[in-house]
């Protein structure tokens, strides 16, 4: 356990635990208190986990391994369909058009039967399974072929913007049976939990907290391991890799794989907690800005990475509320500033500020 959680992982984690304690509790104060939350609050911190855990899974599969992906939205995307199709199918006869088979959008649209991608959704089990096998599914065969052909660097990233930009015009199309542009919305409940309940929503908060720690416990247990020594391996030199006689294309695809299904797990908690998914999530400026998130907290550290999109993401919320024309302009600049000045992140910038030992005096010789 000691080599499993190090120094910066172990406070986080305790960081992380006392929000998830103290945040609920802070809502339960009188509203003249000046340390009382307002339980609106608590579904934006839940997303901001969400971004957490999306910008973990990256650093899994850029950071150790050196597959920048482009695409990591579109996995994200799909695990909250999969969720969001389950919330729509437990709206059932309570719709506008009070069809107990079919969401609004298909009795809308003139549908008149359920399409077969839609069986099994009306059970939550089925649904938390699709959204991480869909996902990981997907990573699976694009890695087998990718890495099988050597594809690598700069061709592997546009490729995987080329995936995303792909599934966004699939998905804006009615005839898919997602919605269309206007995606899955008006949810009701969730395990017949109202999702508007404040129990319910700091108990998705709880369990998002707790998703967030889980995989970075798996990732970092990943890195650690004789497997995480081969992916930096591959990152740093992946034909010398190759030529000790190691799979290279086997493990690319298996972290490749298990960062696709975590972060279609953190667009599954996001759904809920927002309470609408559309194919605006595909957009290929989305998967670029969890790369900014990455490298400005410090790529190759995955605590860095979650720092990193906690940052980006609280200083979205303000610029566009407050500054709206400004914020890519503010996105852009953050590129600048990471390529330019902080090469390592903001973690890599801490150890640069830490003072450094000073070496022990050698003894000379009489």
């Given at each position: 356990?000691?080599?499993?959680?190090?120094?910066?992982?172990?406070?986080?984690?305790?960081?992380?635990?006392?929000?998830?304690?103290?945040?609920?509790?802070?809502?339960?104060?009188?509203?003249?208190?000046?340390?009382?939350?307002?339980?609106?609050?608590?579904?934006?911190?839940?997303?901001?986990?969400?971004?957490?855990?999306?910008?973990?899974?990256?650093?899994?599969?850029?950071?150790?391994?050196?597959?920048?992906?482009?695409?990591?939205?579109?996995?994200?995307?799909?695990?909250?369909?999969?969720?969001?199709?389950?919330?729509?199918?437990?709206?059932?006869?309570?719709?506008?058009?009070?069809?107990?088979?079919?969401?609004?959008?298909?009795?809308?649209?003139?549908?008149?039967?359920?399409?077969?991608?839609?069986?099994?959704?009306?059970?939550?089990?089925?649904?938390?399974?699709?959204?991480?096998?869909?996902?990981?599914?997907?990573?699976?065969?694009?890695?087998?072929?990718?890495?099988?052909?050597?594809?690598?660097?700069?061709?592997?990233?546009?490729?995987?913007?080329?995936?995303?930009?792909?599934?966004?015009?699939?998905?804006?199309?009615?005839?898919?049976?997602?919605?269309?542009?206007?995606?899955?919305?008006?949810?009701?409940?969730?395990?017949?939990?109202?999702?508007?309940?404040?129990?319910?929503?700091?108990?998705?908060?709880?369990?998002?907290?707790?998703?967030?720690?889980?995989?970075?416990?798996?990732?970092?247990?990943?890195?650690?391991?004789?497997?995480?020594?081969v992916l930096v391996a591959v990152r740093d030199a992946e034909s010398r890799t190759r030529f000790l006689g190691y799979r290279v294309e086997s493990y690319s695809v298996f972290v490749f794989t298990v960062s696709a299904m975590m972060a279609g797990l953190a667009?599954?908690?996001?759904?809920?907690?927002?309470?609408?998914?559309?194919?605006?999530?595909?957009?290929?400026?989305?998967?670029?800005?969890?790369?900014?998130?990455?490298?400005?907290?410090?790529?190759?550290?995955?605590?860095?990475?979650?720092?990193?999109?906690?940052?980006?993401?609280?200083?979205?919320?303000?610029?566009?509320?407050?500054?709206?024309?400004?914020?890519?302009?503010?996105?852009?600049?953050?590129?600048?500033?990471?390529?330019?000045?902080?090469?390592?992140?903001?973690?890599?910038?801490?150890?640069?500020?830490?003072?450094?030992?000073?070496?022990?005096?050698?003894?000379?010789?009489?």
């Amino acid at each position: 356990m000691t080599r499993l959680i190090d120094l910066r992982l172990g406070l986080f984690l305790a960081a992380l635990f006392a929000v998830t304690v103290l945040a609920p509790l802070a809502t339960t104060l009188p509203s003249t208190s000046a340390l009382n939350l307002p339980s609106y609050l608590i579904p934006l911190m839940g997303k901001y986990l969400c971004y957490a855990l999306l910008a973990v899974a990256l650093d899994l599969c850029w950071g150790y391994a050196g597959i920048l992906s482009l695409g990591h939205g579109a996995f994200f995307a799909l695990g909250g369909y999969a969720m969001g199709m389950h919330l729509m199918r437990e709206i059932g006869a309570r719709g506008v058009y009070a069809n107990p088979e079919l969401p609004d959008f298909m009795v809308f649209l003139g549908w008149t039967e359920l399409p077969w991608f839609w069986y099994g959704f009306d059970m939550f089990w089925f649904a938390a399974v699709m959204a991480l096998a869909v996902p990981g599914l997907l990573a699976f065969v694009f890695g087998w072929f990718a890495f099988r052909s050597r594809v690598s660097g700069v061709y592997l990233s546009i490729i995987t913007q080329a995936l995303t930009f792909a599934l966004l015009l699939a998905f804006f199309r009615n005839d898919m049976g997602f919605g269309g542009n206007n995606g899955l919305t008006d949810f009701r409940d969730v395990l017949g939990f109202s999702l508007s309940a404040p129990s319910t929503r700091i108990a998705l908060f709880v369990l998002t907290a707790v998703a967030l720690a889980g995989c970075m416990l798996l990732a970092r247990a990943i890195t650690i391991s004789k497997a995480g020594k081969v992916l930096v391996a591959v990152r740093d030199a992946e034909s010398r890799t190759r030529f000790l006689g190691y799979r290279v294309e086997s493990y690319s695809v298996f972290v490749f794989t298990v960062s696709a299904m975590m972060a279609g797990l953190a667009g599954a908690l996001y759904v809920p907690q927002v309470g609408i998914i559309n194919p605006g999530e595909f957009a290929p400026a989305n998967s670029i800005e969890i790369v900014v998130w990455v490298a400005l907290g410090g790529r190759g550290t995955l605590v860095g990475a979650a720092i990193g999109a906690l940052v980006v993401v609280a200083l979205k919320s303000w610029l566009t509320a407050t500054f709206p024309d400004l914020w890519l302009f503010a996105l852009g600049g953050l590129f600048i500033l990471v390529t330019l000045a902080l090469p390592n992140g903001l973690l890599g910038l801490v150890d640069r500020l830490k003072p450094r030992k000073a070496k022990p005096a050698t003894e000379v010789p009489a």
